[in-house]
T-cell receptor, first 115, second 111 residues
Framework: NAGVMQNPRHLVRRRGQEARLRCSPM?????VYWYRQLPEEGLKFMVY????????ESGMPKERFSAEFPKEGPSILRIQQVVRGDSAAYFC?????????????FGSGTQLSVL | GESVGLHLPTLSVQEGDNSIINCAYS??????FIWYKQESGKGPQFIID?????DKRQGQRVTVLLNKTVKHLSLQIAATQPGDSAVYFC??????????FGTGTSLTVIP
């Protein structure tokens, strides 16, 4: 029973390039959450998605960042025109149905480094 | 050993001692809480959870205590082992199913 799968594990981009981070939730889970973690800090909520629907994007920067969770395939977090400040670990989590007392299961993260 | 959250982000304990990690949460409407363990280079791993209608919950070697009056959460680890060395985060579930994470406490177990 595979857990939450994220790829790539490490991603290096130059300033101005695009970064695409992928997340496949646990089998049977239909809700995906993206978090960002800077070194020595906690996880900051970015966006919460259900298949084909963004539920809450209140933590997403207004520009350059977007997320999707299509009917088929993984959830994608897309960062356009990356800057050095985007360097961080990005974690995806999933839950079965988004209920208020459902625990989140996390992937191993994607470490984004912007040169 | 015992931490006091943001003011003491690191905690060192001797192997075999009990550890207490504290967390203050901010939203009185939060009704579900989770403790996560994060080892270096890995994603957060679920340890134990508690709902707001409870004030204590026990797992294997871990106990979570919830004090809603002062909005405080603690994680107690019995007989701490070297494998317990990690960063521990408390997470509160606020409105809209967002989990908000604390800054974390780094636990180091001294053999």
């Amino acid at each position: 029973n595979a857990g939450v799968m994220q790829n790539p594990r490490h991603l290096v981009r130059r300033r101005g390039q695009e970064a695409r981070l992928r997340c496949s939730p646990m089998k049977g889970h239909s809700h995906v959450y993206w978090y960002r973690q800077l070194p020595e800090e906690g996880l900051k909520f970015m966006v919460y998605l259900q298949k084909e629907n963004i539920i809450d994007e209140s933590g997403m920067p207004k520009e350059r960042f977007s997320a999707e969770f299509p009917k088929e395939g993984p959830s994608i977090l897309r960062i356009q025109q990356v800057v050095r400040g985007d360097s961080a670990a990005y974690f995806c989590a999933s839950s079965p149905s988004g209920g208020r007392d459902e625990k989140l299961f996390f992937g191993s993260g994607t470490q984004l480094s912007v040169l | 050993g015992e931490s006091v959250g943001l003011h003491l982000p690191t905690l060192s304990v001797q192997e075999g001692d009990n550890s207490i990690i504290n967390c203050a949460y901010s939203n009185s409407a939060s009704d579900y809480f989770i403790w996560y363990k994060q080892e270096s280079g890995k994603g957060p791993q679920f340890i134990i959870d508690i709902r707001s209608n409870m004030d204590k919950r026990q797992g294997q070697r871990v106990t979570v205590l919830l004090n809603k009056t002062v909005k405080h959460l603690s994680l107690q680890i019995a007989a701490t082992q070297p494998g317990d060395s990690a960063v521990y985060f408390c997470a509160e579930n606020r409105i809209g199913n967002q989990f908000y994470f604390g800054t974390g406490t780094s636990l180091t177990v001294i053999p």
